[in-house]
């Protein structure tokens, strides 16, 4: 009985990382936090979004400047969209606090993704493979947050409030504006900062306004949540990304900043036919109520400041053009924001408004399934002949 036992306990310590010499400790320190280490994740993100140093309070001006606009951008905001919306929940932030809260905010879609990249245990795997398997798993948790941080972090450098990516948030909570970001977006592109503020603060007044439509924003969330959840592992993926590299030349601290880039890369992220099925539905869905944001920014701001057209088209270069980070979470959450996208959903939004006015374009937030389909996005007349007897 003791042989049988040894050797089951032998078997059992070359596929498992905790019972590793080597291994072990690192193993059982990381034991215990799920898919995700959310403590790597945040100590990530606050160290990109402070530079490590400690951050300036808010700037008075710009609060005050915000809060004086905010009634204003609301009752035109209310006007336009039809929709429910309030300025009091406008928060000028810091980018320590943004990051706190977008990460709070997004971890159910993370959470999904990192869930579906946990590769399954292959006890007939060879020893080599085995072993790099099981390093996989066992430094996934840790590597997978720091991807999360770096990319939350590198984007509170740059966003401007909560929704520059258009992901549902905590209807209730606060819409979080960025003041430093708005300002030195301004500064870098030599416009008026109050004109951009206003901007800044329809844009997001207008956005929480379509995401706080509970059928709306529930229909999204799912949506992004099985697209992330659909990925299927490669449990080969280290092994790979480490056999592909030249090791007489390859630098290991830019191999360690590849899989911080791209948390796929770790434990692999195979596209699956789920996804394939998801995201042109994903695709309409978001086209559209990116247009009608997108539409109603621009009535508002011409409104209000006479002609936004600098400001829109600068914004919307940068959406666009964004950095690596943001393609990044982009790409594992099924959000597809390039220009064709983008100009699809202004152009289904404004064939909706020519034919049937901004009557008939409210009638896509009375239901989910009132959402164009992937065929409707480009013959919005066919959109409104079938919702004319929904």
């Known amino acids: 009985?003791?042989?049988?036992?040894?050797?089951?306990?032998?078997?059992?310590?070359?596929?498992?990382?905790?019972?590793?010499?080597?291994?072990?400790?690192?193993?059982?320190a990381l034991a215990g936090s799920g898919p995700i280490h959310w403590d790597v994740a945040r100590q990530t993100a606050m160290m990109i979004a402070t530079g490590g140093s400690?951050?300036?309070?808010v700037d008075p001006t710009t609060r005050i400047a915000i809060e004086r606009l905010a009634p204003i951008a609301e009752m035109h905001v209310r006007d336009v969209t039809q929709l429910e919306v309030s300025a009091s929940s406008i928060a000028v932030v810091d980018r320590s606090s943004w990051?706190?809260?977008?990460?709070?905010?997004?971890?159910?879609?993370?959470?999904?993704?990192?869930?579906?990249?946990?590769?399954?245990?292959?006890r007939d795997a060879d020893p080599v493979a085995a072993m790099l398997a099981n390093v996989g798993r066992m430094i996934a948790p840790a590597m997978t947050g720091m991807s999360i941080g770096s990319m939350i972090g590198t984007l509170s450098t740059t966003s401007f409030g909560c929704y520059d990516?258009?992901?549902?948030?905590?209807?209730?909570?606060?819409?979080?504006?960025?003041?430093?970001?708005?300002?030195?977006?301004?500064?870098?592109w030599s416009l008026e900062a109050d004109d951009v503020?206003?901007?800044?603060?329809?844009?997001?007044?207008?956005?929480?306004?379509?995401?706080?439509?509970?059928?709306?924003?529930?229909h999204v969330v799912a949506l992004i949540t099985r697209f992330a959840g659909a990925f299927r592992p490669d449990p080969e993926a280290l092994m790979h990304g480490l056999t592909d590299v030249d090791p007489s030349s390859a630098d290991p601290m830019a191999l360690m900043q590849r899989f911080v880039d791209d948390p796929t890369l770790l434990i692999g992220a195979v596209r699956s036919p789920e996804q394939d099925r998801i995201q042109p539905i994903l695709d309409a869905a978001m086209a559209a109520l990116i247009g009608f944001v997108d539409v109603s920014v621009d009535e508002v701001t011409n409104r209000v400041?006479?002609?936004?057209?600098?400001?829109?088209?600068?914004?919307?270069?940068?959406?666009?053009e964004e950095s690596s980070q943001r393609t990044v979470v982009e790409n594992l959450l099924g959000l597809r924001l390039d220009r064709e996208g983008v100009a699809a959903g202004r152009a289904f939004v404004n064939g909706v408004v020519e034919r049937g006015g901004r009557d008939a374009l409210a009638r896509m937030f009375t239901a989910?399934?009132?959402?164009?389909?992937?065929?409707?996005?480009?013959?919005?007349?066919?959109?409104l002949a079938r919702v004319e007897f929904d």
């Open 165 to 188: 990516l258009p992901l549902p948030r905590d209807p209730h909570g606060a819409i979080r504006i960025i003041g430093r970001n708005v300002d030195e977006f301004a500064h870098e």
């Open 305 to 320: 400041l006479g002609s936004s057209s600098r400001i829109s088209e600068a914004v919307r270069r940068r959406r666009v």
């Open 368 to 383: 989910a399934h009132r959402l164009p389909t992937p065929a409707e996005i480009a013959a919005p007349g066919l959109w």
């Open 99 to 122: 990051v706190h809260h977008t990460l709070a905010e997004w971890r159910t879609f993370f959470s999904s993704l990192a869930g579906s990249l946990q590769p399954p245990a292959d």
């Open 197 to 218: 503020r206003m901007w800044v603060v329809v844009h997001e007044l207008a956005t929480h306004a379509v995401f706080n439509v509970a059928d709306i924003r529930n």
């Open 54 to 57: 400690p951050e300036v309070n």
């Open 1 to 28: 009985m003791s042989d049988d036992s040894g050797d089951d306990s032998g078997n059992e310590s070359g596929n498992d990382p905790l019972r590793h010499p080597l291994f072990g400790p690192m193993a059982r």
